[in-house]
């Protein structure tokens, strides 16, 4: 009997523990993705760099063959370890060589994507550069070449709809284009039996940085949510991927990504686009993984994530995969690049008498590294140049009979690129300037003339230093113009002497009631459109005419060459380059472009004559507020310390009393 008890007792135990498991088993197949792990190959803001560029201090970077190359070793290790592996891109794409200029006819950046196996990408802002009728033409002409294509998310930045504000014939284009082309909000991919659902997403910062897309704007969150519940109730998937436009910032009240993780539950992974951020290792957010590998294609991103039965993912592995001179080019890649570039040069280059690898000028020095041009607010020699570039244009296409302009300015948002010591060719200083278009739909910002008061023009030097460190891009370099500026001081009045600079160095103070002629690109004067709002209204600037009546159309103030074309900011930049002095045959950089010149200068200060000096109507608004509160508290503490003193001599008189009283009996 015992031993019957004892065996049916391990057999009830046995079929407690075969129903446990079958039940943690049902249970972690409930779990989308349990127990699978998967390789994600990524890039983003690769910006049309099709070609190796050179990296400063030697070496080169980045370049379509040699990425070919790399996405093809690392398939092949992912296959070989029985991984499945999915390649992602976080838009931008797009814009920053001079390949974009056959973007609309050609779409080489896409088509170059299909080519190496992309397998999804998303828009970023720059991939509107061209303004809504761009992408549309893009999207076409990708889809007449009949090449392989990546298919392409984007869930919350999409045109106007028939009957709603803003609704025009360029969006109707857009739309037909999506459609033909197969857009989507997300896309489910199979890489052998694991199943991607991969959304596409664009932040609220890069539609700032878009002022022409013609685009509206659904909060990221909640676009995002809204795709992730879709995905949930309808596919069957494993890996939830977002590719991102949206990025990560060192203040994680910046960044918008490590924001959209704790906002919506279950994206395994982010690749984080825009802010052309490297992470050398990931975040990890909410159990959403984020990756960035920098920008123009210098990295490729690889992170392996394995999901446990409870949905927790692991991190098997991360690396950024460094393009650079030591990876091969693969061959076949190499002669598609090499086709797009001849291209270039016959369809757009022909036109200004150039060539891809004309030599402009030479430099003796290198100008600020890319990865720390406009990292603090301090004067930059390669602001000072392309600003000093822009009034040369304008003279040299106006004569002696054109208005003078009195200053230049550039915000660092529009420059992409920057020289390294050697030859500056054509396709370096397209590359400085290398974004947007004008009126006329062709590549690069023209250069635009408008008219500022004294007044107007020192509420635009506040803006580079109160602004700048608020709003990406809006950091400002200036010719024909000197300052300092304060960090320490009140907020919209850290700028401080003001004055008109010379060439020659002379100053003269700003007459705050006078027009003055004013010099800068299409992207950058729509920006000045923006001060008032970006500064809340406190610093006030409306861009005029020569008469003193308001800009309503920016594009009306372009400026033409000769033969009827917009002046663009890259070819001010190449004429100029080109003029300087020459040795042996090729001009040669100037000595004084090697440092600041005195345009913008920091004074770092805590004394109060520093603080104080020079104050504007919010710096006197908020002393007088606090001297208001401290004479407050003062008054308070007088009457409550008079208050205490004649309860005090209150009491003593009736103590004084009292012991007479006493006294007397």
Same mark, same amino acid.
């Given at each position: ?55 400063? *201090? ?54 170059? @994507? ?57 969006? !109707? ?73 949206? *990025?990560?910032?060192?203040?994680? %009240? ?28 990931? %975040? ?110 304008? %003279? ?77 891009? !809006? ?68 861009? %005029? ?31 100029? @380059? ?45 002393? !007088? ?15 409550? !310390? ?24």
């Amino acid at each position: 009997m015992r031993r019957l008890l004892k065996r049916g007792a391990a057999l009830l135990l046995a079929c407690l523990l075969l129903m446990g498991a079958l039940a943690l088993g049902a249970s972690a197949a409930e779990i989308p993705g349990a127990g699978k792990t998967a390789t994600i190959l990524f890039t983003h803001d690769m910006h049309s760099h099709l070609l190796p560029a050179p990296r400063e *201090g030697g070496g080169e970077y980045g370049g379509f063959a040699r990425l070919m190359t790399a996405l093809t070793g690392e398939r092949d290790a992912a296959r070989a370890a029985g991984i499945p592996s999915i390649t992602i891109d976080g838009g931008d794409f797009a814009m920053g060589s001079l390949f974009q200029t056959v973007y609309t006819s050609e779409a080489t950046e896409l088509r170059s @994507l299909g080519a190496m196996g992309f397998d999804v990408t998303t828009f970023g802002n720059h991939e509107y550069e061209y303004r809504a009728e761009g992408i549309a033409l893009m999207l076409e002409a990708a889809l007449r070449s009949g090449d392989p294509l990546p298919r392409i998310v984007q869930a919350n930045y999409l045109p106007p709809r028939e009957g709603e504000e803003g609704y025009d014939e360029a969006s !109707a284009a857009v739309w037909r284009a999506l459609d033909d082309y197969g857009v989507t909000d997300y896309t489910m991919v199979e890489k052998d039996g694991v199943r991607f659902a991969v959304f596409g997403v664009l932040g609220q910062d890069a539609d700032d940085c878009a002022p022409m897309s013609g685009m509206v704007l659904e909060p990221i969150a909640q676009a995002a949510q809204r795709v992730v519940d879709e995905i949930k109730a309808n596919e069957d998937y494993d890996f939830i991927l977002c590719c991102s436009h949206s *990025g990560t910032n060192p203040d994680p %009240k910046k960044s918008e990504d490590e924001q959209l993780a704790k906002a919506v539950d279950g994206i395994d992974f982010i690749v984080s686009g825009h802010t052309h951020s490297t992470l050398e290792e990931p %975040k990890i957010v909410n159990n959403t993984v984020i990756g960035c590998v920098g920008e123009y294609c210098a990295n490729l991103g690889k992170v392996t994530i394995q999901k446990d039965g409870k949905g927790n993912n692991t991190v098997l592995d991360y690396q950024l995969i460094p393009i650079d001179e030591n990876v091969k080019e693969d061959p076949a890649m190499a002669k598609t690049v090499a086709g797009y570039k001849q291209l270039v040069e016959s369809e757009y280059l022909s036109q200004f008498g150039m060539t891809y690898d004309q030599v402009l000028a030479h430099t003796s020095f290198d100008f600020t590294p890319l990865s720390q041009f406009a990292r603090e607010q301090e004067e930059d020699s390669l602001g000072n140049l392309i600003t000093d570039a822009y009034i040369y244009a304008v %003279k040299q296409v106006e004569g002696t009979s054109g208005t003078p302009i009195t200053a230049a300015f550039v915000n660092s948002g529009v420059i992409r690129a920057t020289f390294s010591k050697g030859d500056i060719t054509v396709s370096n200083a397209f590359d400085v300037s290398s974004i947007g278009s004008g009126a006329d739909g062709t590549p690069g910002y023209p250069l635009i003339d408008v008219w500022l008061t004294g007044r107007e023009i020192k509420n635009v030097l506040e803006v580079d230093p109160s602004v700048g460190p608020i709003f990406s891009g !809006a950091q400002l370099y200036a010719s024909g113009v000197s300052y300092q500026f304060n960090m320490n001081r009140m907020i919209f009045n850290r700028m401080t002497d003001p004055s008109l600079m010379a060439s020659d160095g002379t100053k003269t103070p700003l007459d705050d009631n006078k027009l003055y002629r004013i010099v800068t690109n299409l992207y950058s004067s729509q920006m000045l459109g923006l001060v008032t709002e970006k500064s809340f209204g406190i610093l006030k600037v409306t861009p %005029k005419d020569a008469q003193g009546n308001p800009i309503t159309d920016y594009e009306a103030h372009i400026i033409h060459l000769d033969n009827g074309s917009e002046l663009k900011e890259w070819y001010a930049l190449a004429t100029y @380059l080109a003029s300087f002095p020459s040795e042996g045959g090729v001009p040669q950089v100037p000595a004084r472009y090697a440092g600041p010149e005195g345009r913008k200068v920091s004074v770092e200060s805590w004394s109060p004559v520093a603080l104080l000096r020079q104050p504007n109507w919010v710096t006197l608004l908020v002393l !007088a507020v606090a001297v208001f509160l401290i004479a407050l508290v003062v008054f308070i503490v007088y009457r409550v !310390a008079t208050r205490k003193r004649r309860r005090l001599r209150r009491s003593q008189r009736q103590g004084g009393r009292s012991y007479r009283s006493y006294r007397g009996k």
